[in-house]
């Protein structure tokens, strides 16, 4: 740690300082406010206390739609996260190909949600989609499901259109490993440890922050994410591909219930809030160099 | 000890800190006034493209500069995307006490409408309109009661037309499935299904997406079929009344229409829906004119396409129309006299005789009250004469379900519980329920 | 562990050839995988766009009897995209250079600096990442309209940059707070002040985090459509995300033209961001040696 002058530690704060007094305070203070009020928009806030809250705690969709939100972390955090460093400690070996790997990987998030969504949504059809054309060149000519759709396989549908376009993650988790001096690898190989033991033993202990930087970054992502499910199934049949962001969309362009969507709103910070200090505290992330 | 170099570095920060903390003084720069000369009226529109819609009002908009050249100039910001990026745009433009001049949109936006009225964000333009006798014998009467408040002001402009919506059919395949003549009665048009089907063509475009479109015309027009039914689709926001046995048995007749369509129809969206009709994969869809240029546009269908396209009424002679009782176009108080006096030239310039016609023919915005020439009637195309002649012959109109029902069953009940009630995981009265839960729930927000 | 023992005397032995086999095997399954759900959709949206609406609703796996780039013709007609490229280019490269300079500013106080209220700056700052961007419209538009930035590039430079900030600052302070200390330590004891440190020591290490944060920040505003549309009205400060959107809606019934156009969007930024990817690790790591 350096105890530099408080001149320094000011300059050097104040650019993001002003970003977030800019962007980010009024809205932060605007949402919590009126989270306790009901509000259009458009005419003045009316204070009802916490009316909101219990509205949504009682309300079936919300609970479905935190069911729904909380496997969608979990996903993030056990499947996509764990690929994303996967495929990083893939490429970091360098195969052949490596390279190309790496930018194809990238693709997906080219496109974007929006784009993806609807892509996506021609790949399920039945039908036309290829998915069903697929299945059914192998010789089940009869199967056509409705993926996105039947009750059965909706919520899955949904999941795989993100679950495994985890470039984000690669990308941070390689440019890490880039930072690991050849030194410790070296040592280690002439030390006969195979290259699996090198990644478990050496890598990834010393990669582990990222690990939880890079599930902070997936679960939040998750918890803010509407798009796909907005463009696609619109959270049914039924319920069962509702979340809480969804939710809050809606209550915004459907019936302008201001207040009623900001307390989702601090609900899904409350959620993150606590996701990330779960993964901070799990992660160590706080530490520094010297204190590890 | 500080070299040139760090206090390069440190006027660097200093700068980029100063600048954003500055920002917020540059405050009030915006808004400067334009050229005296001209008056600018800001408008925002949507950027269509070569869609029937875009094409026209380009003319109209080059029209209404030529004409008023020197004195008005529409300002336009083209829009990209739908109707609902304009609309999210107006909602924001209005919190910020930045309305264009002509405020569009608001048909299918009445609570946002009846809120800008409410906070008197638009000017009244009923003087305009009593000063204005040419205007006066073109506007639907029904639209100017609908627009008028109970103190006499008239805060949006009336219609001057209004579209109608019924069935388009593939003649071809009814020819083939031996069908002469276009279903009359429910059980007809059952009957006809079947005999497509037998035939071996699916019968119907459904599709579950954006509202349901497609199946909730069929829906309300199986309900328009008894003056109970009528009487339901005059109810502005109905909430128990989804729960009626009237409504549930239309729901059952829901339930039986999707034996009769494609595999994609649950889930589907409306482009689904029509381009499986304009590739000849299903022998009918409802909907309305503003299709018709999509049949003749080699874009969207083959050849000659339009050479097959019947129009019908619904059973019971029976079609689809607001008759105008729908919210018309604003003019914002946010701009001074002189550029809302500009805005109203511009919706009085609609409604003037050759541009009535001219949406008459283009988009199918009808009207008795201005007929069309021989000229005009000459120069009509196959699909415009069906349509021109199945309104022609309507007996019972209902208002579209869309004018009617809130909009939380519209962007968000009905597209993910109707899926489920067609897959069987929950019934008729459930879906009902739910609708009216959704309905009552859209009437405690206000 | 007799195979261990086996190679530090430097001979394989066949248990070993066999983990060493399964090991490239299970490398190349992951590989092969990940091209897979990365380009498949992509040729099959090419292949689409060459095929007719009714090829793409009757036929998933067939290829177009007669490839046809009627698609793109329809799709050009209407593209004004070139104004549009050099806009989005402007805004995506500011963002990111204002955002790189900023927040690896923030990141290194906040990752070696000692002073009070560190976690408390650092948890507000990071707080931004939890606030949904589609709910701050309103105080945004607001302060824009305020700074008199209406329809300006400055404005989306401006809310972009705040956008990336809860990525950036995540990124470069992980990464720099476990940056051995000694070059810093050394250059401070030979009286080197804290931005000579700072720009001479520590971002030249930082250089990994620095070109994954750009890559990030970049791809976000390239991809940015809500706000692109929401703060500008004029052609010139339109952004490509806003044709695709009108692409999107004006071919909705003409498939082949909206595959068309996702392919004319899509391919351009992809040559972009492979070229740029490259260009910001050089340019970073030729700075890291010039200095």
């Not at chain 1, 999941?159 to 941070?172: G, Q, S």
């Not at chain 2, 015309?217 to 079929?225: A, D, H, I, P, V």
């Not at chain 3, 260009?279 to 890291?288: L, T």
Request: proline fraction near 5%; charge should be negative.
């Amino acid at each position: 740690m350096i105890k530099p002058g408080r001149l320094w530690i000011v300059l050097f704060l104040l650019p993001a300082l002003a970003m977030f007094l800019l962007v980010y305070l009024g809205p932060l203070a605007t949402a919590v406010t009126t989270s306790f009020t009901k509000w259009n928009g458009m005419q003045a806030p009316r204070f009802i206390g916490l009316d909101n809250y219990l509205r949504l705690a009682a309300s079936a969709k919300f609970q479905a739609a935190f069911g729904n939100t909380i496997k969608w972390v979990l996903a993030a955090a056990f499947i996509h996260v764990p690929f994303g460093v996967l495929v990083a400690l893939v490429l970091f070996k360098r195969p052949r190909g490596w390279r190309f790997t790496r930018a194809v990987f990238m693709i997906p998030n080219v496109l974007g949600w929006t784009a993806l969504s609807i892509l996506f949504m021609f790949i399920y059809l039945p039908d036309a989609g290829i998915l069903n054309g697929l299945i059914q060149s192998l010789g089940f000519s009869d199967f056509n499901r409705n993926w996105l759709y039947e009750p059965g396989s909706a919520f899955t549908a949904v999941t795989l259109i993100w679950l495994f376009f985890a470039a984000v993650i690669t990308l941070i988790t390689m440019s890490e490993l880039m930072a690991i001096p050849e030194s410790l690898a070296d040592s280690a190989r002439i030390d006969g440890a195979s290259p699996l033991q090198i990644d478990l033993y050496i890598n990834l202990p010393i990669i582990w922050p990222i690990v939880g930087t890079g599930i902070i970054i997936a679960v939040t992502s998750v918890l803010k994410a509407f798009e796909i499910i907005f463009l696609t199934t619109g959270g049914g049949p039924g319920d069962r591909t509702i979340n809480i962001s969804v939710i809050m969309v809606n209550r915004l362009l459907n019936s302008q219930e201001y207040g009623y969507a900001n307390a989702l709103a601090v609900v899904l910070l409350l959620m993150g809030m606590a996701a990330i200090l779960l993964v901070q505290w799990l992660f160590r992330l706080g530490r520094g160099y010297r204190d590890q | 000890m500080q070299t040139r170099k760090d206090r390069a570095a440190v006027t660097l920060i200093a700068a980029l800190a100063a600048l954003l903390a500055a920002l917020p003084a540059f405050g009030g720069a915006e808004g400067e006034t334009a050229a005296a000369e001209e008056i600018k009226i800001p408008m925002l529109f949507r950027e269509g493209g070569n869609d029937a819609n875009t094409v026209m009002y380009r003319g109209f908009i080059d029209g209404f500069n030529e004409q008023y050249d020197g004195q008005y100039e529409l300002d336009i910001e083209w829009v990209p995307g739908m109707a609902e990026e304009i609309r999210l745009k107006l909602k924001a433009l209005n919190s910020a006490r930045n309305l264009p001049a002509v405020v569009t949109n608001l048909a299918p936006e009445a609570a946002f409408a009846e809120a800008l009225m409410r906070d008197g964000r638009l000017m009244d333009q009923k003087p305009y309109l009593d000063a204005d006798p040419e205007w006066q014998k073109v506007v639907f009467p029904e639209s100017v009661e609908f627009n008028t408040d109970a103190e006499g002001r008239m805060f949006t402009s009336p219609s001057t037309g209004a579209p109608y919506i019924g069935i388009y059919y593939n003649k071809e395949m009814f020819a083939e499935a031996g069908i002469d003549q276009f279903p009359t009665t429910w059980d007809d048009f059952f009957a006809a299904c079947e005999a497509l089907q037998a035939a071996g063509f699916t019968p119907l475009s459904l599709h579950t997406t954006e509202t349901g479109w497609i199946t909730n015309l069929l829906l309300t027009t199986y309900l328009g079929r008894t003056q109970e039914g009528r009487d339901f689709m005059d109810i502005r926001y109905p909430t128990d009344e989804f729960t009626s046995e009237i409504f549930v048995d239309a729901v059952r007749m829901v339930e039986r229409l999707y034996e009769y369509t494609t595999a994609d129809a649950i889930g589907g969206t409306y482009a689904l829906a029509a381009n499986h009709f304009s590739i000849s994969d299903t022998a009918m869809i409802a909907n309305g004119p503003w299709m018709i240029s999509s049949f003749s546009d080699t874009q969207y269908s083959p050849e000659g396409f339009e050479n097959k396209v019947g129009y019908g009424r619904f059973p019971n002679d029976l079609m689809i129309s607001n008759l105008g009782r729908e919210y018309g176009r604003g003019v914002s108080m946010d701009h001074d006299l002189a550029v809302r006096e500009g805005a109203v030239e511009w919706i009085k310039f609609l409604a003037s005789r050759d541009n009535i016609a001219q949406q008459a023919i283009a988009l199918g915005h009808l009207t008795h009250l201005v007929p069309l020439n021989d000229d005009e009637k000459a120069g009509l195309g196959p699909v415009n004469v069906e349509y021109f002649n199945a309104v022609e012959g309507v007996k019972l109109t209902i208002p579209w379900f869309q004018a009617q029902w809130d909009p939380i069953n519209q962007g968000e009940t009905i597209v993910s519980q109707l899926p489920a009630l067609l897959y069987g995981e929950i019934t008729a009265e459930e879906y009902a329920a739910k609708l009216a839960e959704s309905a009552k729930e859209y009437r405690a927000s206000l | 562990m007799s195979s261990g023992a086996a190679a530090r005397v430097g001979i394989a032995t066949p248990g070993q050839r066999i983990a060493a086999g399964a090991a490239a095997l299970f490398r190349y399954a992951v590989i092969g995988f990940v091209v897979a759900i990365s380009v498949l959709p992509l040729v099959w949206v090419v292949i689409s766009s060459l095929e007719t609406n009714a090829e793409i609703l009757s036929s998933a796996l067939n290829l177009p009897a007669a490839p046809s780039l009627k698609g793109y013709a329809t799709a050009f007609r209407f593209a004004r995209l070139d104004l549009k490229f050099v806009t989005s280019l402007i805004v995506a490269v500011s963002t990111t250079t204002v955002s790189l300079l900023i927040y690896s500013l923030a990141a290194y106080a906040l990752s070696r600096f000692r002073f009070r209220l560190r976690t408390l700056v650092f948890t507000l700052l990071i707080s931004s990442i939890l606030i949904p961007v589609n709910t701050m419209v309103q105080p945004v538009y607001e302060m824009v309209l305020r700074l008199g930035l209406y329809d300006t590039k400055a404005a989306l430079i401006l809310v972009y940059t705040g956008f990336s900030m809860p990525l950036c600052l995540f990124v470069l302070r992980s990464y720099m707070m476990h940056l051995p200390y000694e070059m810093e330590e050394s250059a401070y004891l030979e009286g080197a002040s804290v931005p000579r440190t700072f720009w001479q020591i520590m971002l030249p290490l930082t250089q990994p985090a620095l070109v994954s944060s750009a890559v990030l920040t970049f791809l976000g505003s390239w991809n940015e459509l809500l706000y692109a549309l929401l703060l500008t009205s004029s052609e010139h400060n339109r952004t490509l995300p806003l044709a695709m959107r009108y692409f999107m809606q004006q071919f909705t019934f003409d498939f082949s033209a909206m595959f068309a156009a996702l392919v004319i969007y899509v391919v351009p930024s992809i040559i972009l961001y492979v070229v740029l990817q490259e260009q910001i690790m050089s340019g970073i790591a030729a700075g890291a040696i010039n200095e």
